[in-house]
């Protein structure tokens, strides 16, 4: 039987938010959408999800980019990010920062490796995984 995107979608974000709780994520994102009402839609079931898991979850607007995904995947692109410490969050966004400022400021060509080897350890990615999905990355910002 056929499964429809938005079951598909919902189905994945209910594994997330399960291994977000168990503790085997700390930081889990939704599928991305290409727009934010597409992602929006998604909303009233997440809140349930993170409900019936006692996890949280913000939606996301401004995904973070870093060369540990093809860049295609996330820019312009909005989905959700699944947590269960509040923590983990200010980490997420602490490094989104810190990008911002290593740019503005002309560094960040000497920092965008560590900073995505630290968003993939903050999606709770192992070291080889994260290395293997750098080395697979050949769509990077410039």
């Known amino acids: 039987m ?17 291994m977000v709780r168990a503790g085997v994520k ?3 994102l939704s ?12 909303l009233p079931d997440f809140a349930r999800l993170c409900d019936r898991y ?7 607007d401004d995904p973070l980019l870093t060369d540990l995904f ?4 996330n820019r312009g692109k909005f ?30 060509s000497a920092l965008r490796e560590e900073l995505a080897r630290r968003y993939g350890r903050l999606l709770s990615y192992p070291e080889d995984g994260i290395a293997r999905l750098l080395a697979a990355n050949t769509q990077r910002e410039p």
């Open 2 to 18: 056929p499964i429809d995107l938005y079951s598909y979608h919902l189905g994945a974000a209910d594994c997330f938010c399960e």
């Open 54 to 60: 006692g996890i949280f979850f913000v939606p996301e």
């Open 31 to 42: 599928h991305p959408c290409d727009t934010r009402a597409q992602r929006d839609r998604f």
């Open 70 to 73: 093809p860049l295609s995947l």
């Open 26 to 28: 700390r930081l889990a």
């Open 79 to 108: 989905n959700a990010l699944f947590y269960a410490d509040p923590a983990v969050l200010a980490a997420y966004q602490a490094l989104k920062a810190e990008k911002r400022a290593a740019q503005a400021s002309g560094i960040y």
